[in-house]
């Protein structure tokens, strides 16, 4: 695990990387019969990506199985195949997403949602297998509600500094950044 999360010295991932270990997840997909459908979502939905591009991959689990166990038997497999480290769980609604780093600093995004919720939730999905239900996409927040998000951020730091918490108003004052650069992307047409 140390050795994957060296960054100097290291050699990045290669595209043909990303595109076996794509191509062995949806192998694993194939051989489990507790998934039925699967998609890939993100930047290589619809493009080749480029070469830094992650790998976001989705799958529908028939809603008998809890998408825990499949998730938790994938992640094996990843670890014992790739020498995948879990970095984190995400639950979305249904869905569960896990994020892996693999050698070469490759992000991989694997997620599972019940069958009878699987869907899109934006653009970029592309489906590959299986069925999908018609879900509406999700909205990013507002300008206004961003620029009301900084301001709330802002008054809460000011109060930190008031009470002399540096480190909490530190927190707060970097969730303003993260609104403001938000901001910034969305007037230059980017994602955020």
């Known amino acids: 695990m140390v050795d994957v999360l060296i960054l100097s010295g290291f050699s990045m991932f290669s595209v043909n990387d990303r595109e076996r270990i794509r191509d062995r997840v949806f192998e694993m997909a194939a051989a489990d019969p507790r998934v039925v ?5 993100g930047s290589l939905a619809h493009s080749a990506g480029d070469r830094w591009s992650d790998l976001d991959l989705t799958f529908a689990v028939e809603d008998s199985h ?3 166990d499949v998730l938790e038997d994938w992640t094996r497999t990843l670890v014992d195949e790739f020498d995948a480290v879990q970095l984190f769980d995400l639950p ?8 892996f780093l693999l050698p070469g600093c490759l992000q991989f995004d694997l997620s599972f949602t019940p069958a009878s919720s699987f869907g899109a939730t934006g653009p970029k999905f592309r489906l590959l297998f299986g069925s999908v239900v018609d879900k509406p996409h999700i909205q990013p927040p ?3 509600n961003l620029f009301g998000y900084a301001v709330h ?3 809460r730091a000011r109060f930190c500094i008031e009470r002399g918490r540096y480190w909490q108003a530190e927190y707060w004052i970097s969730g303003v950044r993260d609104y403001a650069l938000s901001l910034a992307c969305r007037c230059r047409n980017l994602p955020a």
């Open 37 to 41: 459908a699967g998609a890939v979502v």
């Open 66 to 68: 809890p998408i825990l």
């Open 92 to 99: 979305s609604g249904s869905s569960l997403y896990r994020v």
């Open 142 to 144: 507002s300008a206004r």
């Open 153 to 155: 951020h802002a008054l």
